[in-house]
């Protein structure tokens, strides 16, 4: 077992683990889509990144482990800037409300949009 502290929750959790599932232990939730506790990691969507001190850039959460003492900060502005411009990407050709779409309403995407995404798109 090793101790590491997520948004200044400390959180004892197994050597190896993910980072995201460090955060779920502490009740801590980090916008994510691709990632599945029972599936491979394929770190693709990339919405879950965080910010790691002493780590120069944003890392993805799902597939970055846990080490001794590691200091995670999910909603700082590295955090923050980086979940939102990963959001305004995946928005580019997607629109939010959605007319033709079976999910509308109970949609991941929107949620994750509205909860993390910057709210204005630079692209029309
Ligand atoms: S959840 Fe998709 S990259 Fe981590």
Do not use: W
Not at 77 to 105: I, R
């Amino acid at each position: 077992m090793i101790n590491v502290e997520i948004d200044g929750k400390r959180v004892e959790i197994e050597a190896g683990r993910s980072v995201i599932e460090a955060a779920h232990r502490a009740g801590i939730y980090i916008p994510h889509f691709c990632y599945h506790n029972k599936l491979s990691i394929a770190a693709s969507c990339r919405m879950c990144l965080v910010q790691i001190e002493k780590v120069p850039k944003p890392v993805p959460a799902c597939a970055t482990p846990v080490s001794e003492g590691m200091k995670i900060l999910t909603n700082s502005e590295m955090a923050v800037k980086a979940q939102q411009g990963v959001m305004e990407f995946l928005l580019v050709n997607h629109p939010l409300d959605c007319p033709v779409c079976d999910q509308g309403g109970e949609c991941q995407l929107q949620d994750i949009a509205v909860g993390y995404g910057g709210g204005v798109s630079r692209y029309r």
